[in-house]
């Protein structure tokens, strides 16, 4: 009985304490897509984010993918007298469905088309935030994916509408190359 009042009052202390953080939710929009990002700060510097957006893909193709992130602000720059300022990076993990360009080569003929699949890929984030005086906060960010996208290896005609069917093929995600390009960010902090 004590051990499970001990365990109940840590847990209770956990929660109060991780409900006290500051927190942030919005969305986040560039090149690869649209996202509903949620923030958590574990410290003065180091807080944790997750994504969860529509990867605008290649070719009219759309997909989903969840990105998990670790940042630590490296730098808070003092550039204007009301506000702050906070220079930021980190890494994660990103996991989605998505399209990509995939190639094969029939009859010494190389074909590409924008094909669905499985995507892992570890990413990178480093960026530049602003928060308001009042519970709103500005940030532009670049975030690549290095990893992979994996195709179920059907290709459709759309001429023909015919369905041609080829072997799995797994391939780099060249489409996450678009994270140098940098998005923005609009969150509300509570």
């Given at each position: 009985m004590?051990?499970?009042?001990?365990?109940?009052?840590?847990?209770?202390?956990?929660?109060?304490?991780?409900?006290?953080?500051?927190?942030?939710?919005?969305v986040r929009i560039g090149t690869t897509g649209l996202e509903a990002v949620y923030?958590?700060?574990?410290?003065?510097?180091?807080?944790i984010e997750g994504n969860i957006g529509f990867d605008f893909g290649v070719d009219s193709g759309a997909g989903f993918k969840i990105t998990g992130l670790y940042n630590v602000?490296?730098?808070?720059?003092?550039?204007?007298?009301?506000?702050?300022?906070?220079?930021?990076a980190g890494a994660g993990v990103s996991l989605g469905n998505v399209y990509d360009m995939v190639s094969y080569?029939?009859?010494?003929?190389?074909?590409?088309?924008?094909?669905n699949g499985f995507m892992v890929a570890l990413t990178g984030q480093i960026g530049l935030e602003y928060n308001f005086d009042f519970p709103l906060q500005l940030a532009v960010d670049m975030r690549p994916y290095?990893?992979?996208?994996?195709?179920?290896?059907?290709?459709?005609?759309?001429e023909t509408n015919m369905t041609v069917d080829y072997e799995s093929k797994a391939g780099f995600y060249g489409n996450g190359l678009l994270g140098f390009i940098p998005t923005l960010s609009v969150r509300y902090r509570f």
């Amino acid at each position: 009985m004590k051990r499970t009042i001990i365990f109940l009052a840590v847990m209770l202390g956990l929660a109060a304490a991780a409900a006290a953080q500051p927190k942030a939710a919005g969305v986040r929009i560039g090149t690869t897509g649209l996202e509903a990002v949620y923030l958590h700060n574990l410290s003065k510097d180091a807080f944790i984010e997750g994504n969860i957006g529509f990867d605008f893909g290649v070719d009219s193709g759309a997909g989903f993918k969840i990105t998990g992130l670790y940042n630590v602000v490296c730098a808070r720059p003092a550039w204007t007298n009301s506000g702050s300022w906070a220079i930021y990076a980190g890494a994660g993990v990103s996991l989605g469905n998505v399209y990509d360009m995939v190639s094969y080569k029939v009859l010494d003929e190389k074909i590409s088309y924008p094909d669905n699949g499985f995507m892992v890929a570890l990413t990178g984030q480093i960026g530049l935030e602003y928060n308001f005086d009042f519970p709103l906060q500005l940030a532009v960010d670049m975030r690549p994916y290095l990893g992979m996208h994996i195709n179920d290896g059907k290709f459709r005609i759309p001429e023909t509408n015919m369905t041609v069917d080829y072997e799995s093929k797994a391939g780099f995600y060249g489409n996450g190359l678009l994270g140098f390009i940098p998005t923005l960010s609009v969150r509300y902090r509570f």
